[in-house]
């Protein structure tokens, strides 16, 4: 992904609410089916870690991208996003 795709992909995440939650459990199986399901309907998502999360957010951000074979767009903070194009007729056109 080009700086360019992540700035754009960036900004189409400011307005987006996060859709799951990481907690105290951390990255557990059920967490890494939930962000699944996510993207079968959306492509870009946006987590939240919990303040009773022990674990680095870029850590978490990492392995979920790498269990979901999604791509991490940006982690600020306690907010992940992440991007997995659909397979068939992708939404997000990206810029060349």
Same mark, same amino acid.
């Given at each position: ?15 987006? %609410? ?11 199986? %059920? ?11 959306? %492509? ?14 870029? /850590? ?10 999604? /791509? ?25």
């Amino acid at each position: 992904m080009t700086s360019k795709q992540r700035a754009y992909l960036k900004s189409l995440a400011m307005d987006i %609410e996060p859709v799951l939650q990481i907690g105290k459990a951390s990255v557990t199986p %059920e967490c890494v089916n939930a962000v699944s399901e996510v993207f079968n309907t959306h %492509e870009l998502i946006k987590l939240s870690v919990l303040k009773n999360c022990a674990d680095d957010s870029r /850590e978490l951000a990492d392995i979920i991208a790498e269990r979901t074979r999604s /791509e991490v767009v940006q982690v600020i903070g306690k907010k992940i996003v992440l991007y997995k194009a659909f397979k068939q007729k992708p939404q997000i056109i990206l810029p060349q």
